[in-house]
T-cell receptor, first 117, second 115 residues
Framework: GAVVSQHPSWVICKSGTSVKIECRSL??????MFWYRQFPKQSLMLMAT?????????EQGVEKDKFLINHASLTLSTLTVTSAHPEDSSFYIC?????????????FGPGTRLTVL | AQTVTQSQPEMSVQEAETVTLSCTYD???????LFWYKQPPSRQMILVIR??????QNATENRFSVNFQKAAKSFSLKISDSQLGDTAMYFC????????????FGQGTRLTINP
């Protein structure tokens, strides 16, 4: 149980286009989901906290107009990178916190590799 | 703000040996959770072990155990009888109790198990 999926797993796009990444909790409901960014050989950096039915909370330095987050249901959160540029190329990881869970667990998706040409 | 520090960027041991990964953290919170996550080459984050700060007993999960020193704000991970499949990046993480359940990660330690 406690599986989180991400789609797509890998995407290449042209500079200036927008890309949407989906994060789904497959066998549990998640009121809260998190979006992370990981550059090569670096740690995970939290970008934003996504709350079902409300606006996302962005970390300092993350452009909310560039990284649009929508958490429309208890099993789906989406991250849209708008007007992507090469510097947005990175590995994006989501995690989901079960609505009914213990120990403040977070379950991670397999990640999405974004390459902007 | 909380910070997590992993001072060992890379470590390498032989298969079957025991290895200890270091982690220190800084917080003014009294109640919190600590985690070790493993990220293998697939890049899927896997929870290895967790510790509640209010528990004095060190957590263990099969070959994985921690040495939690609350006063020293230290949380090291010991891997016994290391296996080739343990090769991965290991991240120490902190989460304060309540609130937004945010995880704060350390820089990571790249562990290589050699045959």
């Amino acid at each position: 149980g406690a599986v989180v999926s991400q789609h797509p797993s890998w995407v290449i796009c042209k500079s200036g286009t927008s890309v949407k990444i989906e994060c789904r909790s497959l066998d549990f409901q998640a009121t809260t989901m998190f979006w992370y960014r990981q550059f090569p050989k670096q740690s995970l950096m939290l970008m934003a906290t996504s709350n079902e039915g409300s606006k996302a909370t962005y970390e300092q330095g993350v452009e909310k107009d560039k990284f649009l987050i929508n958490h429309a249901s208890l099993t789906l959160s989406t991250l849209t990178v708008t007007s992507a540029h090469p510097e947005d190329s990175s590995f994006y990881i989501c995690s989901a916190s079960p609505t009914r869970g213990t120990y403040n667990e977070q379950f991670f998706g397999p990640g999405t590799r974004l390459t902007v040409l | 703000a909380q910070t997590v520090t992993q001072s060992q960027p890379e470590m390498s041991v032989q298969e079957a040996e025991t290895v200890t990964l270091s982690c220190t953290y800084d917080t003014s919170e009294s109640n919190y959770y600590l985690f070790w996550y493993k990220q293998p080459p697939s890049r899927q984050m896997i929870l290895v072990i967790r510790q509640e700060a209010y528990k004095q007993q060190n957590a263990t999960e099969n070959r994985f155990s921690v040495n939690f020193q609350k006063a020293a704000k230290s949380f090291s991970l010991k891997i016994s009888d290391s296996q080739l499949g343990d090769t991965a990046m290991y991240f120490c993480a902190f989460m304060k109790e309540g609130g937004a359940q945010k995880l704060v990660f350390g820089q990571g330690t790249r562990l290589t198990i050699n045959p």
